[in-house]
């Protein structure tokens, strides 16, 4: 059993490992940003901006405009 141990670490140190081009690396990193900014661009479309657009209709109905309407579309009817 011992022997095999010591063929296959004997295998291990001599083999030589293939180095890759950064270029990979760079392609990887870029799919990776790009998917970053399609999240946040998301995000904020779906969630952010509808609250932006009720913080305006609190605003005005703090202020005493009780007659202000909501002009709220929900988040799946603005993709339609």
């Known amino acids: 059993m011992s022997d ?7 295998d ?4 030589r490992f293939v180095s890759h081009d950064n270029s990979e690396i ?8 790009l998917f970053m900014i399609l ?8 969630i952010l901006r509808p609250f ?7 605003w005005r109905i703090s202020a005493g405009e009780l ?3 909501l002009n709220y579309q929900s988040p799946f009817l603005r993709a339609l």
Do not use: H, N, T, W
Not at 12 to 15: E, F, K, L, V
């Open 4 to 10: 095999k141990a010591e063929d296959l670490k004997e």
């Open 12 to 15: 291990i140190r001599s083999a």
């Open 26 to 33: 760079f392609i990887i990193c870029g799919i990776g940003v």
């Open 39 to 46: 999240v946040f661009g998301y995000v904020y479309v779906q």
């Open 52 to 58: 932006e657009e009720m913080q305006e209709f609190a």
């Open 67 to 69: 007659d202000f309407p």
